[in-house]
Each structure stands twice: as C-alpha cells, then as structure tokens.
C-alpha cells in the first residue's frame, strides 16, 4: 500500500548514491493530525526519496509525525522495489525540523520491521563472520550466570529503611529529581548492575485497593554507594503533567512519595528484576551508552563498575579495560545529572572514557533547534557506527520511551553508506545479546 500524503507534488531530485529511500511506517497523515491525539495510522509503508543534503532533517520530521524509519537505502543500491509502491520525494520547501519539548518524545509504535521489496546488500555478508569459538554472530549471545531475580516478591516484600534522599537537579534546573539510598542490612536483596527493583508505595488507588508497585532502574552497583555490601540506590524523577480533560496539575503517586520521603522512613522493596541491561562479563568490551534524564540510573552503575578506584578494588576480577562513550540528554546543565561524577571519570581516564552532551535548552543543532539525544547521534553518526560494528561493542539506550526512533535513523543513515540496511543489522545485534534498551 503507497501513501504520498503530505508530499504529494513534491520535485523530482538527482538519483544514484547521494539520494536515499526511507521506508516509513505509523506516520500521521498531515499536519492538522500531527496537532491533535488522533490514533497513528499503521496501515502500511510510506517510501520516500531523499537528497543527501536533507537527511537529517527529514528524519527530525518523521520522528516529530509519530513515524519509525524501518530501512534506508540508497537509491543505487535498491536492486528491486515493489511495483505497484510510491515514492516520495522530499524537497527543502516539504521537510521541517522537530519542535518537540523534551529529549526524543516522539510517539513511539510498534511495526513489523521487515523491510519489504528490498534486496539484500552483499555488505550485509559481514554479519555472517564468526567469533574466536567459531559461532556466527547472532550465536554469539551474552551469558549471564547466577543473575538474582524476584528474592522478593509482592506478597512479601524486603522492609528497607531510606538513610539518605539528595536533590540531584541544581539551583535553575527543571523538576525533581533525587538520589535515595536505602539501607539493606538485616535482608537478603541481592543484585547487578543495569537491574531494577520495585517499590511499593504506602495507602489505595482511585479503586480502593492497594497501591501496585512501580519499577526503578537501580542506581549503584551490586557492592552499593559505599562498597560495602550493605545499600541499594535510585534515582527518581517526581512525575508531573496536566490532566487531558481538566487541565489540572497531576503528580505521580509512587514518585511523588520518593522524591519527598524522609530519611529514616521504611519502604516496601520487591525484586529485583531484569536481564536486558546487564553489562558484559569481558572487561576488554567497548559500551555505548545513551541516556536521557533519569535514564543515568544504570549508566552510573556501569561507570562506578569501570572506573570508581573503591569498585576496582573491590572486583579484582573485573578491571576495565575497554572503550566506553555516554551520550547524555537534559534539558539545562542544572539537569546534568551526576555531573561532578561522571566529569570526574572523564577526566581521570581519557583514553577509556568519552562524554557527549546533549542539552535542548542551551544548545543548538545544525539546523538551529534543540540539540536533543538523536542529533548528538546524528553528529556522531558514523563513529558510531564503526565503534557498533566491533563485536566487542555492546550498546544500551534508556530513558524516555520514543528516543529510539530518531537513534535508528541517525545510526540507519550511517549504514546505509555501506550498503547496509540497519533495521537488519540491529536485529542480529539484538539476537547476539548487544543491543540492550529499557525505555518508559
């Protein structure tokens, strides 16, 4: 099925290598719909041709109507295309650049992600090289043993005690947001790096019953803020929108109960949970690290883990030797969260440690609007993409739900130089255990 909408009568532009096609699913129709909460349309694929030159803003706008870019090909290496499918051309006068508040709220949807009516590359044969054992890459699965999971469940929750709640926003910054260390002594609650833990807030819902819990990405390693063993760590952003209907402030109820609880205070702990953000075992690995606001919370386990001189100490077994690069969205330098922290790191090792912000609010993209998460990728893109491309590199996304699109599209740009289509490839990174996301 074909759909122009809102480029119908659009110019047509050089062919070849310098023009690229974006399949395109889940957009809105127009602009009218792009205003309101309409449903998103996933009725089937937009094709659209786009210059060179145009790229990323034209990725900016599809992410901005609510579209995920499930391939890009160049127009040269496309060796068959369904007949009966349009295609769009995209011109300057048709393309804007995104205007969303906040780092990547694109409406996020779910499609099938197989590109269809486009060969495969042979660059794509890179994918079947095989490891040092002889195992093709999608065999190639990180191994976890003896992960904790649920040692404490609903029904019988871990009583922890807050012994601290710290204010991580400074003086100008936007919202609340704390870091609440709870005190672990007299349990048994066990866990890694890049697992969560749930809380479960005290008093009834709207129904009378039982607050359920709320899940938190864990903020310090398995050995605790003070490597002993004894405490557990989140961070917490206090919820806050307007109501739909009433335009009344609402705040959420287990977040609200978080930012403002009180050292001393006892919590009702569950978990923890989780294996998708798990870091790997091999200290030689390079991991790439993406995260808006309080999606830090498991990128500083894994920093503390690589470099903090207690942790090293602390894990003989484990001493890092590898790459790794944060790409971190916020809204204000007040909103750096961990800031002294993670400067510090960068600082103290150069060579093993790399630190990109990306800040809406004070800084500008090429195309003079915020510089959110995805255009920091988009800047970076091809360096990226080498660096995933290594079968050593692992690479995890967190934060806001939707900041995966307009990452898909920087890094699909990068591949495509290369004959590569990179819904594809993400696939066998996914299947080899190195691509690793939790968004919400």
Known sequence: MSNQG??????????????FVYEVVGMRQNEETD????????SGSVFIRVPYNRMNQEMQRITRLGGKIVSIQTVSALQQLNGKTAIATVTDASSETANSEGNGKATPVTTDSGAKGFAKPPAEEQLKKKDNKGNTMTQAKAKHADV????????????????????????????????????????NLKYIEGQSIGIIPPGVDKNGKPEK???????????????????????????????????????????????????????????PVGKEMLLPDDPEANVIMLATGTGIAPMRT???????????????????????????????????LYKEELEEIQQKYPDNFRLTYAISREQKNPQGGRMYIQDRVAEHADELWQLI????????????????????????????????????????????????????
Request: hydrophobic share 35%; with cysteine; charged share 25%.
């Open 6 to 19: 809102a480029f119908d009568g659009a110019a047509n532009v050089e062919s070849g290598s310098r023009v």
């Open 35 to 42: 205003q309101t909460n309409y449903p998103i349309r996933k």
């Open 148 to 187: 904790p999971v649920n040692l404490y469940r609903p029904n019988a929750p871990f009583i922890g005690k807050v012994i601290s709640n710290e204010p991580l926003v400074k003086e100008g910054g936007i919202g609340i947001v704390q870091h609440i260390k709870f005190d672990l002594t007299g349990g």
């Open 213 to 271: 819990l709320r899940l938190y990405s864990i903020a310090s390693t398995r050995h605790g803020d003070d490597v002993d063993d004894k405490t557990i760590s989140l961070c917490v952003r206090q919820l806050e929108y307007k109501h739909p209907e009433t335009g009344e402030t609402v705040y959420g109820v287990c977040s609200t109960y978080l930012t403002h609880i009180e050292p001393g205070s006892e919590v009702k702990i569950t978990g």
């Open 302 to 336: 894994y920093l503390w883990r690589m470099f903090k001189d207690a942790e090293r100490a602390a894990n003989p077994e484990y001493q890092f030797k590898g790459f790794s690069w944060l790409v971190f969205g916020v809204p204000t330098t007040p909103n750096i």
């Open 389 to 440: 491309k290594n079968e050593k590199t692992h690479t995890y996304i967190c934060g806001l739900r939707g900041m995966e699109e307009g990452i898909d599209a920087a890094l699909s740009a990068a591949a495509a130089k290369e004959g590569v289509t990179w819904s594809d490839y993400q696939k066998d990174l996914k299947k080899a255990g190195r691509w690793h996301v939790e968004t919400y």
